[in-house]
C-alpha cells in the first residue's frame, strides 16, 4: 500500500470522451498553492463526459477537483456530479486522499488482483465544471517504466534519528536533520503539508531553508514558505520542491533541513513529507549496490533478463541461438566427417594399393588449376562482375554549428574549486524574466575561484551572470572579474550569446578536434560576486554523445516550420494563427525547452496575452500564454527567454508539435508573435536510433531503447551492448570455424578426384617397373582374380576414352 503507480491526466493511456480539454497551471516555485494539481495539469469538463482506464493491479483511487460552490450545492450527493465504476460497478465518492480544500476523488483498496477497467463518469457543466487530475492504483505485476508514488512510511527511505512521525507523515524540526532515498528514475517530487498551528507557521515563524542533492553534486537551496491561511485542523498535502531531470538509471536523493540563520528570534517551520514521486521509475529496477553515476550506461544488472529492454533482450537471444546452432552443427559436421574417413581407410586400407585413375568424360571442357595469386586467363579475358556490397555511410549530424551540447551548473562532471554554492532561482511559469539561469539553477562565488571541464570538442562557451554594477565597474577589463583559459590558454571575453542584460560568457570557436580543458577564474567578491551558469560545446564530428542535453539554434534542419514562420533578429518568428504557424520536431529525449525572444516590438499596452499550445506525441494539447514584456528599452535587441518547458516523458523517440492559437475572437489588442530562438532536448543524444516515426503514444510503458540502432550500440547500455558484442563475436567466430572446416573438407574431397597437377592437360600416372604390379578393379570385381596387366606408356598420352566399362588395349 505504499507503493502505488502515478498516472497523471496527460498520460495517453487514459481514453477521454468528448468534451475535455487539457490545462495547465502556473505557481511561482515554492508557493503554496493548495490547489495546484499534479505536475500542473488538469483535463477540465464542462459538459457531461467520461473516461476510462484498464490497469493490472489491486487498488485504485481517481482524484479531481470541483468548485466549493459545487461542493455547497451537492453536499452528500456527490456522486451525481463525480461517479466512479470499477468494471462497471459503481463506487462511492471518498474523501480527498491529500486534503486540499478542493479536490474529490473516488477509491477501491479491496480488488482482486488482475485486470481491472476503471470508468469516471462526469455530469459537468458550465455552472459546476469538473476538473481531473491523476489516478493512482496498487500494481500486482512488475512495472518497466512509471511514475511511483511513495508513502512516506515507505521502508526504502532513510531518515535521521530527529525525525518524527506526524499527522500522515514524517517531520523534523532540528537543523542538520538528513534524509536519503536511493531510486532509479529520472527526478523527485517531494510532497510536505502546511498549516497555521504554530508548530507548522504563523507570525513566529520564518522561512526555513533546505537543500538537496543528487548524487553528491552541490546542494540546491529550497525555502520553504510560511502559510498563514490555513485551518490548523487539516495539514493539506503540497509540493515542496521538484528536482531537476538527471538520465534514467540508480541515482541518491540527499535531503538536508538547514533551518533558519544563527542569531535570527523566529522558529524554522519544520520539514515534512507525506509522499515522494519518482518520475519515470520501475518497480523492479537493476540491482546494485552502490549509487551510479549521472549517466544511462552506468548500472548492470543480476535478475537474469529483468531490466533489459525488449528489443536487446531479442538481440541476445537471437545471436546467442545463432551461435549454438553454428557450434552444434560444427559438431555434427565433424563427428560424421570423422566417421566417414574411418569408413573410407578402414582397418583393412583396402583403397591403399588399389589406385583408380580419373575418369575423364569427353565431351566435358579440359579442367584447369590454378595457384594462389595466379590469374585466370579467363576472367582476365570476361571479368566476372561481382557485386561489391553497398557501403552505408553514417548519416550527417542534424548540423554541427546549430547542435551543441548543453552542460548546466550542476553537472556533476563539472569540476569546482572552494567557495562555490549552488542556488535556485523561482519566477511564474511564463513570465518573461530576462536573467532566468539556465534549468533555474546557478553556482555562485563571493570569494576568488575556479572550475574546469574536460570535452571532446570543437568549440566551447561558457557563461554566467555579473551584477550591473560589476559591469559598469569593470567595463573593457572584464577579464580582472572573469577570465577563461582553453587548455592552459588565455581567451577573451566575449558578448553575451543570448543578450540577456547581465549574462557575460568567453568563447572560442575555432579549436582542433580533439580533447580540451577549459577553466573559470573567477575573481569574486563580496561586492562583486560571480554566478556560473552553463556551458556550451560543440562535440568533435566522430565522436558520439549517448545521453546528454543538446541545444539546438533556430536554423536546425531537423525542425519542420509552417509555411508563415519566417526569419528575424537572431531567431525565427510567426505572427499569423492557424495552420501555417505551426512546428513540428522529432526528437529524441526526455523533454524540451522552448527559447524564444522579447523586446517592445513584440509587447507593450498594444499587445496581449497570447496563447499558444504544444503537443509531445499527439496528446492533447497544453496551453501555455506568452505574456507581453513592457519592461524593455526599444533600443535593446531581442533578449532569449524560456518561453515554456514539456513534461518529462520516457527516454525514447518523440514528436513535438506546437500551434500558435492566437487571440480568441473578440479580445481586444494583437497577438504576441510566437518566437524560437534555441531548443534544448533534455537526456538526448548525438546519435538517435533510427527510426521514421515517433512512438506510438499508445505505448506509454514501452522502453526508451526498443527502436532498431543502425549505428551499432549507440543509445544501448554498456551492461547490454557487451552481451550484444559477445554474443555476436561468438556467432562469427563459430561461423569462421564452420568455414574453414567447410572448406578443409571441401578441398580433401576434391583431391583424390582431380590430383594435385597443374597442368590443363590430363596426364595419367606413370607406372614404376620396380614397384609391384599395379590392379585395376571394376565395380562388383573380385580382388582374388588377375586381369591381364595394363602396359602403360611412359611418353605423354591423349586422355583414354574411358576406364569405366573395362580395361583398354591400345
Keep these: 500500500m505504499t507503493t502505488q503507480i502515478l498516472v497523471d491526466d496527460s498520460d495517453p493511456s487514459i481514453q477521454y470522451g468528448p468534451g475535455w480539454v487539457g490545462s495547465t497551471n502556473s505557481r511561482p516555485v515554492g508557493t503554496p498553492d493548495l490547489n495546484y494539481p499534479m505536475y500542473g495539469t488538469l ?400 553556482h555562485k562565488a563571493v570569494t576568488p575561484s575556479e572550475l574546469s571541464y574536460s570535452f571532446l570538442g570543437n568549440s566551447v562557451a561558457v557563461c554566467g551572470q555579473l551584477s550591473e554594477d560589476s559591469f559598469q565597474v569593470f567595463q573593457d577589463k572584464l577579464y580582472l572579474i572573469w577570465n577563461c583559459f582553453i587548455d592552459n590558454v588565455s581567451i577573451d571575453v566575449s558578448p553575451q550569446l543570448t543578450r540577456r542584460p547581465k549574462e557575460i560568457c568567453c568563447d572560442r570557436d575555432d579549436l582542433p578536434d580533439g580533447q580540451h580543458s577549459i577553466r573559470l577564474s573567477a575573481n569574486a567578491s563580496q561586492e562583486h560576486p560571480i554566478s556560473f551558469d552553463y556551458l556550451l560545446y560543440t562535440p568533435s564530428s566522430d565522436s558520439d554523445i549517448p545521453t546528454a542535453d543538446l541545444y539546438l539554434t533556430s536554423d536546425n534542419p531537423a525542425f519542420k516550420y509552417g509555411s508563415d514562420w519566417v526569419t528575424s533578429y537572431f531567431g525565427m518568428v510567426t505572427k499569423t494563427p492557424g495552420p501555417g504557424s505551426n512546428f513540428t520536431f522529432d526528437f529524441y529525449g526526455v523533454s524540451i525547452l522552448w527559447f524564444g525572444f522579447y523586446n517592445t516590438t513584440f509587447g507593450g499596452p498594444d499587445y496581449a496575452w497570447t496563447p499558444i499550445s504544444y503537443s509531445v506525441d499527439g496528446e492533447s494539447p497544453m496551453a501555455i500564454p506568452i505574456v507581453p514584456e513592457v519592461g524593455l528599452n526599444n533600443t535593446i535587441p531581442p533578449v532569449q527567454s524560456l518561453l515554456f518547458q514539456t513534461f518529462a516523458h520516457p527516454r525514447g523517440q518523440h514528436r513535438l508539435e506546437v500551434f ?47 527502436t532498431t540502432n543502425k549505428s551499432g550500440g549507440k543509445g544501448v547500455s554498456g551492461a547490454h551492448l557487451k552481451i550484444i558484442l559477445s554474443c555476436c563475436s561468438i556467432a562469427v567466430l563459430a561461423f569462421i570455424l564452420l568455414g574453414v572446416f567447410w572448406i578443409r573438407r571441401r578441398r580433401q574431397n576434391i583431391g583424390p578426384k582431380y590430383g594435385a597437377s597443374e597442368s590443363s592437360v590430363a596426364e595419367p600416372f606413370h607406372h614404376d617397373p620396380s614397384s609391384a604390379p599395379i590392379r585395376t578393379l571394376q565395380k562388383g570385381q573380385n580382388s582374388s582374380h588377375n586381369p591381364p596387366e595394363v602396359e602403360v606408356e611412359p611418353t605423354r598420352v591423349a586422355p583414354p576414352p574411358s576406364y569405366v566399362t573395362g580395361l583398354h588395349n591400345s
Design 43 to 442: 483535463h477540465q469538463a464542462v459538459t457531461a463526459s467520461q473516461l476510462s482506464y484498464s490497469f493490472l493491479g489491486h487498488s485504485i483511487a481517481v482524484c479531481g477537483q470541483i468548485s466549493e460552490d459545487s461542493f455547497q450545492v451537492f453536499q452528500d450527493r456527490l456522486y451525481l456530479l463525480w461517479n466512479c465504476f470499477i468494471d462497471n460497478v459503481s463506487i462511492d465518492v471518498s474523501p480527498q486522499l491529500s486534503s486540499r480544500p478542493e479536490e474529490i476523488c473516488c477509491y477501491r483498496d479491496d480488488l482482486p488482483a488482475g485486470q481491472h477497467s476503471i470508468r469516471l463518469s462526469v455530469n459537468a457543466s458550465q455552472a459546476h465544471p469538473v476538473a481531473f487530475d491523476y489516478l493512482l492504483y496498487t500494481p500486482s505485476s512488475d512495472i518497466a517504466t512509471g511514475d511511483l508514488y511513495l508513502t512516506s512510511d515507505n521502508p526504502v527511505f532513510k531518515y535521521g534519528s530527529d525525525w518524527v512521525t506526524l499527522y500522515s507523515g514524517m517531520a523534523t524540526k532540528k537543523a542538520g536533520s538528513n534524509f536519503t532515498f536511493d531510486f532509479y528514475g529520472v527526478s523527485i517530487l517531494w510532497f510536505g503539508f502546511y498549516n497555521t498551528n504554530r508548530t507548522f507557521g504563523g507570525p513566529n515563524y520564518a522561512w526555513a531553508p533546505l537543500s538537496y542533492s543528487v548524487d553528491g553534486g552541490s546542494p540546491m537551496a529550497i525555502p520553504i514558505i510560511p502559510e498563514a491561511g490555513l485551518n490548523d485542523t487539516v495539514p493539506p498535502e503540497i509540493l515542496l520542491f521538484q528536482t531537476f531531470a538527471h538520465p534514467r538509471g540508480q541515482h541518491k536523493l540527499e535531503v538536508f533541513f538547514d533551518g533558519i540563520k544563527q542569531g535570527e528570534s523566529a522558529l524554522p517551520i519544520p520539514l515534512t513529507l507525506t509522499s515522494l514521486v519518482v518520475k519515470n521509475g520501475t518497480t523492479n529496477p537493476p540491482s546494485t549496490s552502490t549509487t551510479a553515476t549521472p549517466t544511462v550506461t552506468s548500472t548492470t544488472t543480476t535478475r537474469g533478463v529483468k531490466g533489459v529492454s525488449s528489443a536487446h533482450l531479442k538481440i541476445i537471444l537471437g545471436c546467442c541461438s545463432v551461435a549454438v546452432l553454428a557450434f552444434l552443427f560444427l559438431c555434427v559436421s565433424c563427428i560424421r566427417h570423422r566417421m566417414q574417413r574411418r569408413r573410407n581407410i578402414g582397418p583393412e586400407y583396402a583403397s591403399s594399393s588399389v589406385v583408380e585413375p580419373f575418369h575423364h568424360d569427353p565431351s566435358s571442357a579440359p579442367i584447369r588449376t590454378r595457384q594462389k595469386g595466379q590469374h585466370s586467363p579467363q576472367n582476365q579475358n570476361q571479368p566476372e562482375g561481382e557485386v561489391e556490397p553497398a557501403r552505408v555511410e553514417r548519416p550527417p549530424s542534424n548540423s554541427l554549428m546549430t547542435t551543441q551540447i548543453l552542460v548546466d551548473d550542476y553537472d556533476p562532471s563539472i569540476q569546482y574549486g572552494p567557495g562555490w554554492v549552488g542556488a535556485t532561482s523561482s519566477r511564474p511559469v511564463g513570465t518573461p524574466d530576462l536573467n532566468y539561469p539556465m534549468y533555474g539553477t546557478l
Design 660 to 706: 500558435f492559437d492566437g487571440l480568441q475572437q473578440g479580445t481586444p489588442g494583437l497577438p504576441i508573435p510566437l518566437t524560437l530562438a534555441s531548443l534544448v532536448v533534455q537526456n538526448g543524444t548525438t546519435n538517435p536510433p533510427s527510426t521514421s516515426t515517433p512512438p506510438d503514444a499508445s505505448d506509454s510503458t514501452a522502453p526508451a531503447a526498443s
